[in-house]
């Protein structure tokens, strides 16, 4: 069976812009305010050289990680189907103290991670990604979840790892 892609991060950072690139469909919601996902949302991947599917997810606020119990648990439900999981973060916000969260929380689940950095289009990659060593999950890839930049590539990389 296909290869299950998780998109995981905190509100805002672009992950349903994100699954609507991957899978081709304007499915998500796309908002300029957080929290707008509340269920997972499922989609055939149709960019890149593989079949899978991708899983949409509500944000996670780095605080809301034991409060808010029901963005939580269906956060939590996506990572344990998932085969794979992207963690996005915002390139031209920086590294923020719930990403920091959320890290540690993904490395529980001791799936192959590829943390994506969003928002980067027009932008020194090298800068923007620098930051993101920090949390710990291997070498970060800018994308563009808005214009397509690197995002094919990061797929193949993630799904030749699982
Ligand atoms: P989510 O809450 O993580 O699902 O984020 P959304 O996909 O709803 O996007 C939040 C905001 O970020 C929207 O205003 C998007 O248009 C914007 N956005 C998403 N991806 C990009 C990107 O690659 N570049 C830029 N500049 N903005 C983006
Ligand atoms: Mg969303």
């Known amino acids: 069976s296909k290869p299950i892609v998780a998109l995981v991060g905190r509100p805002n950072v672009g992950k349903s812009t994100l699954f609507n690139r ?3 469909t304007r499915d998500a919601i796309v908002a300029d305010f957080p929290g707008l996902t509340r269920d997972r949302q499922y989609g055939t991947g149709k960019v890149g050289s593989y079949d899978y599917i991708v899983v949409d997810t509500g944000g ?13 648990s269906q956060v939590q ?21 719930a990403d920091e969260a959320i890290a540690i929380y993904i490395r529980g689940f001791g799936k192959p991670v590829q943390v994506l950095v ?3 289009e027009g932008c020194n990659l090298a800068v923007l990604t ?7 999950l291997g070498d970060p890839i800018g994308v563009s ?7 094919a590539e990061a797929v193949d990389d993630l799904i030749d790892r699982l």
């Not at 996670?60 to 939580?72: H, R």
């Not at 439900?77 to 103290?97: K, M, N, Y």
């Not at 979840?145 to 995002?151: K, L, T, Y």
């Open 77 to 97: 439900q996506a990572l344990a189907e998932s085969h794979g999981i992207f963690f996005l973060v915002d390139g031209r916000a920086g590294i923020t103290p």
């Open 22 to 24: 991957l899978t081709k």
């Open 130 to 136: 620098a930051d993101f060593y920090a949390l710990g």
């Open 60 to 72: 996670l606020s780095g605080e809301d990680l034991g409060v808010d119990t029901l963005m939580a």
């Open 145 to 151: 979840s808005a214009h397509g930049d690197n995002v």
């Open 118 to 120: 969003n928002k980067t």
